[in-house]
């Protein structure tokens, strides 16, 4: 797949282009990742992206013109005339909450454009007559959509075929909604991921959950379960309302609220 992402900072994208995930998936031919200076885009002598915006106000607004000639470039007619679909992402604190569900919707895109906001604003003609989708990675407010659009395309592009050495591996992830009919970790959609251990069996006498160390397949896997449910419980209740649980995590829910019950009157 290919992202075409439009940014005044061009540079920023090096450093992640050239580590681990990004790079890989580059180098493997499975993502395209092409950027593009918004300041190309100008016609003026300062190549001049941004202004005041109108009634006032501190802090400058990008501009639509340039945003506008940079997407029509990306976006060539086809030999029969029609303009192929391309989905364009306005990345802003103002968008829908990214979320795995999202990036499992864009890995089955061709081609996705990203467009980075900036300084205060972006003019909203942007938004509303230009891009298709409106994203924000997270209810707080960077400077820029640089760093979203890097979030963005890590978290699609691991999801592309072949990107990660294991092809399954995504299927565990806490949010996936494949995860939903794994065994393992998150094998309940929406959960959060169960705790992870490695060697030494004890570390500054901190041991492993034994059961891991068991060779009980079976009950490690209801471990995990366990613990999946226990943490989003305790750490974001919220995604228990939408999460798709089973039985036997149905239990684990009732048993926690059991026992918040009974402390909350013995307390
Ligand atoms: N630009 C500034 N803050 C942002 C956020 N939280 N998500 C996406 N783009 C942004």
Sequence with gaps: MTFDVITIFPEFFSSILGHGLLKRGSAGGHVSIRIHDLRDFTEDRH???DDRPFGG???????PE???RAVESLRQATPDGSKPRLPVILLSPQGRLFR???????ARESRIVLICGRYEGVDERVATALATDEISIGDYVLAG?????????ESVTRLLPGVLGNEDSPKQDSFSEAAANENGCSAARGLLDCPHYTR???????RVPEVLLSGDHGAIRRWRRR???T???RRRPELLEQAALDREEIEVVAELRQGAARSGIEG
């Design 231 to 233: 943490r989003t419980w």
């Design 57 to 63: 106000g501190p802090g400058m607004v990008l501009k």
């Design 100 to 106: 795995q569900q999202a990036a499992e919707e864009m």
């Design 227 to 229: 613990e999946a449910v």
């Design 200 to 206: 030494p069996p004890e570390f500054r006498g901190l």
């Design 66 to 68: 340039p945003l506008f």
């Design 145 to 153: 959509g640089e760093l979203a659009a890097a979030v963005v395309m």
């Design 47 to 49: 190549r001049t992206v």
